[in-house]
T-cell receptor, first 114, second 115 residues
Framework: AQKVTQAQTEISVVEKEDVTLDCVYE???????LFWYKQPPSGELVFLIR??????QNEISGRYSWNFQKSTSSFNFTITASQVVDSAVYFC???????????FGTGTLLAVQP | GAGVSQSPSNKVTEKGKDVELRCDPI?????LYWYRQRLGQGLEFLIY????????KSGLPSDRFSAERTGESVSTLTIQRTQQEDSAVYLC?????????????FGPGTRLTVL
């Protein structure tokens, strides 16, 4: 069975601080995909990134970066120089071909204070 | 282009009543998904459609829940004899195909409150 764990329930930082959101996944699938979604106060989930299990290269997109480590089953998300607009709930999710289901973690609420 | 839309955006109902929640996926998306998000919690997968077919209904919480999709387009999630524990935001998503590669695009959700 697949499981995604986001141990951090809430994180509060001050603007311009860097922050890392943790994600640990469990899966028996040999091929799987990992995702991060952002849910701002408006409620609509916004896709941030998809990473397949064969690609362990880190990825950077502007102030966002992702660190995928198969050895520790982690897919952590770092926001550099955080801004108030980054305040949202961030969800990590895993998708395995065997189940055809996108399994979400419980989310991390990030509050960026001005 | 138009994204995933859901209606109504908010629904307040009395315990025991039936409700229908509607999802209009992105045009051309063959896969459609329903999720439930209880207050302060993550998303709970309910059901997916590939075309008009739902091969796996095991995620539906009880037999009071049912879903259908017609014309490979609109989907309706029906909850019969609603209970207070059904109160949640119901999210719909669609993707180009049923594939782990394709990202899911989410609608704004329907907030259901059962009094």
């Amino acid at each position: 069975a697949q499981k995604v764990t986001q141990a951090q329930t809430e994180i509060s930082v001050v603007e311009k601080e860097d922050v890392t959101l943790d994600c640990v996944y469990e899966t028996r699938d040999t091929t799987y995909y990992l995702f991060w979604y952002k849910q701002p106060p408006s409620g609509e989930l916004v896709f941030l990134i998809r990473r397949n299990s064969f690609d362990e290269q880190n990825e950077i997109s502007g102030r966002y970066s992702w660190n995928f480590q198969k050895s520790t089953s982690s897919f952590n998300f770092t926001i550099t120089a955080s801004q108030v607009v980054d305040s949202a709930v961030y969800f990590c999710a895993a998708y395995g071909g065997a189940t055809n289901k996108l399994i979400f973690g419980t989310g991390t609420l990030l509050a960026v204070q001005p | 282009g138009a994204g995933v839309s859901q209606s109504p955006s908010n629904k307040v109902t009395e315990k025991g009543k039936d409700v229908e929640l509607r999802c209009d996926p992105i045009s051309g998306h063959t896969a459609l998904y329903w999720y439930r998000q209880r207050l302060g919690q993550g998303l709970e997968f309910l059901i997916y459609f590939q075309g008009n077919s739902a091969p796996d209904k095991s995620g539906l919480p009880s037999d009071r829940f049912s879903a259908e999709r017609t014309g490979e387009s609109v989907s309706t999630l029906t909850i019969q004899r609603t209970q207070q524990e059904d109160s949640a935001v119901y999210l719909c998503a669609s993707s180009l195909e049923m594939s782990s590669y394709n990202e899911q695009f989410f609608g704004p959700g329907t907030r259901l409150t059962v009094l």
